[in-house]
């Protein structure tokens, strides 16, 4: 097949990477194309019509993975007549034309600011047999205004802001996202509310600096607001945020975390440097003596609190003493779970031109310490829980080997993830159902739960689930999203994700 027969609708890919955020811009992206007509196409599909590339640019072999991604595709669309190939997100927005130039097969380049426009690109790339570049320096609508198609039935992003205001050293974020547009808080009520409504489960909150929600409106205690405003939500059962920047948190929000019941006592807030002169260095304004008072707050208001974090190793000028004080912090947070990272050079960030850059050999001989010394700490905390009895909300895609061991998978309130068995409830259970069950085995990555479970819910989201289908929000000011796919056209024969 080289295009859509004529009648039948065009099919589409959307290859993501990086982090939530652009996670949930892949969401919106499938529907504003789902919206123009497009079908999805399907997994054994490797010539869908149009692929579309959702790119990060944090880290320093971005550039690579794309251009290789794009170099495979090249035979692929030679053959195919027809077929578009679409550069998005971060990468998209910092290398610009430079992505037609490198890859003169690519059609479309679109920046983190107008996802809006894809269709009309793709549309207008096809009628001119010419790429098409279009790059906006400032956002042109809320993302959350577009049409999303929702990846889980039970489960869902909600971004609250997008941008940032900080100036972190090594972070080339803020120059892709711009400064912090926060939305209103009726409107990521009513959006919040939508997904309740069709059956979600559970929302997680998103902002590149998700506490400093309404710096733009004014009101420095909006985010502990909008968290205790979730708590009035009918059928929302877990409410989420990432991520919290350590300088704008506040005790407001760990009394709503604590005081409304459906926040889960789970908190991601990176620390990336135990050391005071590095995170001075990374211009990070606070200090390990304030992370550490935060993370005491927070388990004198929620002991059973689970804390994870994100660690930079081998900043420019970081010492032997500098990481070592990494260590300490490490050992005295007691993080449930910690994403670390080897630092990456970005070309447009202060750090990349600073002083000390540290050989390759040095930075991973620490890595491989800090990554021995959090999952002493992550197994030993995770221990803790043997024995105890968790609430597991299924999920799909969690546990790889699964299959194998007739387990499933899903992660408790706490965010951790439990691999349970189901006993004779084997085929009764759906990724996004609730089941109680009880640990007995701790890995530093996982916990397992080998009985019976003690209770099994079944759910909305698990019904939408078995029926294959998933809620589709039009933009939450557009009313309220309905679930499955929207009528389509029959489709061709053969039709076809961290920082």
Not at 28 to 37: K, P
Not at 281 to 308: C, F, H, N
Request: aromatic share 6%.
């Amino acid at each position: 097949m080289t295009t859509a027969a004529a009648g039948s609708p065009r099919t589409y890919q959307v290859r993501t990477y990086g982090c939530q955020m652009n996670v949930h811009d892949s969401e919106r992206i499938s529907g504003l194309l789902e919206d123009a007509g497009y079908v999805r196409a399907a997994e054994a599909d490797e010539q869908p019509d149009v692929v579309v590339f959702n790119t990060c640019a944090v880290r320093e072999n971005a550039d690579n993975r794309l251009y290789g991604n794009l170099g495979h595709l090249r035979p692929v669309k030679a053959k195919h007549p027809g077929m578009q190939i679409a550069v998005g997100g971060c990468l998209a927005q910092k290398d610009r034309g430079d992505i037609v130039r490198k890859a003169p097969w690519v059609d479309v380049v679109f920046g983190t600011h107008n996802i809006g426009s894809l269709p009309a690109l793709l549309d207008r790339a096809r009628h001119n047999t010419a790429a098409e570049v279009e790059i906006l320096e400032s956002l042109e609508v809320f993302p959350s205004t577009l049409p999303t198609r929702r990846e889980s039935t039970y489960a869902g992003w909600v971004s609250i802001s997008v941008g940032c205001n900080n100036t972190c050293t090594f972070c080339i974020v803020p120059s892709l996202r711009g400064k912090e547009k926060d939305r209103r808080p009726g409107d990521v009520l009513a959006e919040v509310r939508a997904l309740a409504d069709a059956g979600v489960l559970e929302v997680t909150l998103l902002g590149q600096n998700v506490n400093s929600y309404g710096v733009e409106f004014g009101d420095r205690y909006a985010f502990g607001k909008l968290l205790r405003a979730c708590g009035d939500i009918d059928g929302l059962e877990r409410v989420r945020f990432t991520s919290p920047h350590p300088k704008d948190f506040t005790d407001d929000v760990i009394a709503a975390m604590a005081e409304t019941p459906n926040v889960c006592h789970s908190l991601h807030m990176p620390l990336q440097s135990g050391s005071d002169d590095v995170l001075r260095a990374m211009r990070r304004s606070y200090r390990s003596e304030r992370y550490l008072g935060i993370i005491e707050k927070v388990r004198a208001a929620m002991p059973d609190a689970a804390i994870t974090t994100d660690i930079i190793v081998g900043f420019p000028g970081e010492t032997e003493a500098d990481f070592a004080r990494t260590l300490d912090v490490v050992r005295e947070a007691r993080f449930s779970s910690a994403f670390t990272f080897q630092y990456s050079k970005r070309p447009g960030t202060p750090a990349a031109t600073m002083d000390g850059q540290l050989p390759k050999q040095v930075v991973q001989e620490r890595y491989e310490r800090l990554i021995a010394c959090v999952e002493e700490i992550t197994w030993a905390e995770n221990k803790k829980l043997v024995g105890e009895t968790v609430e597991v909300l299924v999920a799909v895609g969690e546990g790889r080997k699964d299959e194998r061991t007739g387990r499933m998978s899903g992660r408790a309130r706490d965010g951790r993830l439990v691999h349970f068995a189901t006993g004779e409830l084997a085929g009764q259970i759906r990724p996004g159902d609730i089941v109680h069950t009880v640990v007995t085995y701790a890995a530093p990555h996982h916990l397992n739960a080998d009985g019976a479970p003690l209770a099994h819910r079944r759910t909305r989201a698990g019904d939408a689930a078995e029926a294959g289908q998933v809620p589709r929000t039009p933009g939450v000011l557009l009313g309220l999203p309905t679930i499955g796919a929207p009528a389509v056209p029959p489709a061709p024969v053969g039709g076809c994700a961290a920082h």
